[in-house]
């Protein structure tokens, strides 16, 4: 299984809601990543989990929250986004970093 | 990591070779050089890497300049599915920050 999956695909969210994205993988990976991009632009990397615990944060406002339960799961928790919070993000995972990275689909977001 | 810089755009037609070019002047001796390639609303995709000599998969060779200041991703039979956007990223050995500059958009032609 070489299969990063993403739930949900599409999500909108008031700008009071709190929601949260999921990624999961099953390939033993033990880096696990958050990308955001936005629409004719490239990803940009958000957080970095390596063995579960947070070893990069790019600055990232406080409004998004990763949590990484265990080894083959990485969730974003939402809270109170801005409508330029709109975009896509990716989840990608790798071996234990450093390596070629795996990426999921992608969910949408729009922010209203 | 070092900055590396692509054509905006590309056209080429389909069976033909498609060739990347990518320049990665700074590019220091612990680097290797990474192609991902983003069909159009799906998440990136790693097609090859290489650190100074050339290599060739499935997917496509990557050939690096003698003075490794810059590559060429080759795609040999280009199909209408390759029509994508192409990044090179310049990546330290052990670093997990991907850098995707703006890429390259190949448009392949029937």
């Known amino acids: 299984d070489t299969e990063v999956t993403q739930t949900p695909k599409h999500l909108v969210m008031g700008m009071t809601n709190k929601k949260s994205l999921k990624c999961e993988q099953h390939?033993?990976?033990?880096?696990m990543y958050w990308y955001k991009q936005k629409a004719k632009k490239p990803p940009e990397l958000m957080f970095v989990y390596s063995y579960e615990k947070l070893s990069i944060n790019e600055s990232v406002p406080s409004r998004f929250s990763p949590e990484c339960p265990n080894s083959s799961l990485l969730n974003l928790h939402l809270h109170a986004l801005q409508p330029e919070d709109s975009a896509l993000y990716l989840c990608?995972?790798?071996?234990?970093?450093?390596?070629?990275?795996?990426f999921g689909p992608g969910t949408r977001l729009l922010v209203l | 990591d070092a900055k590396t810089t692509q054509p905006t755009s590309m056209d080429c037609a389909e069976g033909r070779a498609a060739n990347l070019p990518c320049n990665h002047s700074t590019i220091s001796g612990n680097e290797y050089v990474y192609w991902y390639r983003q069909i159009h609303s799906q998440g990136p995709q790693y097609i090859i890497h290489g650190l100074k000599n050339n290599e060739t998969n499935e997917m496509a060779s990557l050939i690096i300049t003698e003075d490794r200041k810059s590559s060429t991703l080759i795609l040999p039979h280009a199909t209408l599915r390759d029509t994508a956007v192409y990044y090179c990223i310049a990546l330290r050995a052990g670093a997990n920050n991907l850098f995707f500059g703006t890429g390259t958009r190949l448009t392949v032609i029937p």
């Open positions: 390939m033993g990976h033990r880096a």
């Open positions: 990608a995972s790798s071996r234990e970093g450093g390596e070629t990275q795996y």
